[in-house]
Structures are given as structure tokens and as C-alpha cells.
């Protein structure tokens, strides 16, 4: 079945060093590859995708991610995590199924900076 | 930029109550996508659609339905409001670039039905 992990419920990191929250991916074919963020009572907003090409995709607020593909990882990093940081990231995987193209989300991991 | 709205951000319901959540975009988006958002279970497809009057079920689409009627707008229906359909509903569309396409976003509609 195709699928996406994000093996933490929630990462704390402090003010000024660098963040990483981690996402593992299991789908046929190729993948295309997506990081969403959540803030408190807002809808979701798209970060970066992982298309084809360079495996280090940057995306916006200084948001980076490395796609691995022996590992079938897609890892979200940042090199100074900022307290506005602080919110609910999605790792997604694009598939074709059924006749059409969706989404599959992991179940989110919960960013903490703090001061 | 892409905008997406939806009819309410929060909203209380009875049980067994007709509800319906709307959601409109700005784009000229081909698709549009209904999800619910519960803790620890991520985003979930209920149901989407490729284009007017064409609907396809996700992965729970027991107990909903949709509509739409134009371009721009996708409803979500709960035909019967239960209890277990408390949860937060996101509305997304994208245009028709298939895989590579990335989804935009409503703010959501926090339902609780009591």
C-alpha cells in the first residue's frame, strides 16, 4: 500500500539551532513528494515539492528538504529554527490511483521552538 | 494568489441535522478536494472532483455527499449529522497538472455536532 510516515508526534527545538522533522514514504514508481504547514486555526500552506532533479529542494520561510531516495526519505530541515516556526507540518506523497491523481498525507508532526 | 474560502470557520450542529459546508476558489481550478483533519490520523480524502458535476469518493466518503454545480464552488454535504463527524473539514483545489500539482488550501470549518 502506498503510504507516508512521520515517525514523530512532536519535535522541540530550541530558538537558533537547526530543526528537522522527519518523513519516510512507500509508493510505486516515482515519487512526487510534498511538505505542508499548519499554523494554530489555519488551513494548510504548501512549502515545497520534490519534483524530479536536485535532491535538496528549497522552499519558503527558509525551509529546506532533502530527498533520499535509498531510504525512501523526504526530510524537512531548516539551519535556525525561529519560535514562529512553531506549527503543524504534513509530509504528502502524490500518487495516481484509481484513475486519478491524489494525496496521501502522514499524520503530521507538531513543531515546538522555543525562546 | 490562490484563494480559497469556506462558508464558516466554526460551526455547531445537531445530531441528525442536514449540514452543508461550502467552499469557493478564485483560481479557475479544474479540481477540488474534501478533506477531514483529525489528531494523529492527518488529512483524510472524502471526496473530490475533476470538474463540474463530476464527483469521485475518496477514501471515506460514508456519510457525505457533494456538489458541484459550478466551477468555482464545491459543497460538502452530511445528509444526517452524527456525533463521530465531529472534526475539522479543509476544502483544497489545483490546477490540472496531474501529480506534480500542489494543493491550496482553505482555512477549514471546526464542525461539532451534538
Known amino acids: 500500500a502506498q503510504s507516508v510516515a512521520q515517525p514523530e508526534d512532536q519535535v522541540n527545538v530550541a530558538e537558533g539551532n537547526p530543526l528537522t522533522v522527519k518523513c519516510t514514504y512507500s509508493?510505486?514508481?516515482?515519487?512526487?513528494l510534498f511538505w505542508y504547514v499548519q499554523y494554530p486555526n489555519r488551513g494548510l500552506q504548501f512549502l515545497l515539492k520534490?519534483?524530479?532533479?536536485?535532491?535538496l529542494v528549497k522552499g519558503s520561510y527558509g525551509f529546506e528538504a532533502e530527498f533520499n531516495k535509498s531510504q525512501t526519505s523526504f526530510h524537512l530541515k531548516k539551519p535556525s529554527a525561529l519560535v514562529s516556526d512553531s506549527a503543524l507540518y504534513f509530509c504528502a506523497v502524490s500518487v495516481f490511483s484509481g484513475g486519478y491523481n491524489k494525496l496521501i498525507f502522514g499524520a503530521g508532526t507538531r513543531l515546538a521552538v522555543h525562546p | 494568489d490562490v484563494k480559497v474560502t469556506q462558508s464558516s470557520r466554526y460551526l455547531v450542529k445537531r445530531t441528525g441535522e442536514k449540514v452543508f459546508l461550502e467552499c469557493v476558489q478564485d483560481?479557475?481550478?479544474?479540481?477540488m478536494f474534501w478533506y477531514r483533519q483529525d489528531p494523529g490520523l492527518g488529512l483524510r480524502l472524502i471526496y473530490f472532483?475533476?470538474?463540474?458535476?463530476?464527483?469521485e469518493k475518496g477514501d471515506i466518503p460514508e456519510g457525505y455527499s457533494v456538489s458541484r454545480e459550478k466551477k468555482e464552488r464545491f459543497s460538502l454535504i452530511l445528509e444526517s449529522a452524527s456525533t463521530n463527524q465531529t472534526s475539522m473539514y479543509l476544502c483544497?483545489?489545483?490546477?490540472?497538472?496531474?501529480?506534480?500539482?500542489?494543493?491550496?488550501f482553505g482555512p477549514g470549518t471546526r464542525l461539532t455536532v451534538t
Open positions: 472532483s475533476y470538474d463540474v458535476k463530476m464527483k
Open positions: 509508493v510505486s514508481g516515482n515519487p512526487y
Open positions: 520534490y519534483i524530479t532533479g536536485d535532491n
Open positions: 483560481m479557475d481550478h479544474e479540481n
Open positions: 483544497a483545489s489545483s490546477s490540472p497538472t496531474g501529480v506534480r500539482s500542489e494543493q491550496y
